[in-house]
């Protein structure tokens, strides 16, 4: 028996997360405590320029509202991606469920989920993959509805 194994698809650092950020710090870390010069000059110019801003209280006040923007976006999108992942669990229970008034509603809201915008490429992604191998299964078949275009039928 033949095993293929399949290459990653994300770059090798990418997978890494907060690993190279935090190598990055430690490394200008060390080089700074060892004196290289070009780190020491470099370092030393940064927090001196941090000291210079925080004279001006108007761009703390600027930069402490932006933080609070940008946190507030990124928890928005995991609540959107909270509410997708809970809708998409529910329609796919629907979809197996015996009833087949229950069984359409699941096909149109997979169908709906998997064209909502603002989604990310690998969640759509999967919930094709979902949406195709459910469609291969000989013994649930999706809706016969207008609103079925992804399937061809209707």
């Known amino acids: 028996m033949m095993t293929t194994f ?6 090798p650092l990418a997978s890494r997360g907060l690993l190279v950020p935090i190598g990055l710090v ?21 927090w001196e320029g941090l000291d210079r801003l925080a004279e001006h209280p108007r761009i703390w006040s600027f930069l402490t509202a932006l933080s609070w923007a940008v946190a507030a976006v990124f928890v928005y999108r995991f609540y959107r991606l909270y509410l997708w992942n809970k809708r998409v669990s529910s329609a796919l229970e629907a979809v197996t469920d015996p009833l087949p008034a229950k069984q359409e509603l699941g ?18 992604a999967w919930l094709s993959a979902v949406l195709d191998d459910l469609h291969e299964q000989g013994d649930r078949q999706p809706p016969t509805s207008p609103s079925c275009a992804r399937c061809g039928r209707g």
């Open 6 to 11: 399949s290459k990653p698809s994300s770059p």
């Open 26 to 46: 430690v490394l200008l870390t060390l080089l700074y405590v060892a004196g290289v010069p070009w780190v020491v000059v470099a370092l030393d110019g940064f």
């Open 107 to 124: 096909w149109r809201s997979l169908h709906h989920l998997a064209t909502v915008e603002g989604l990310p490429k690998n969640e759509r």
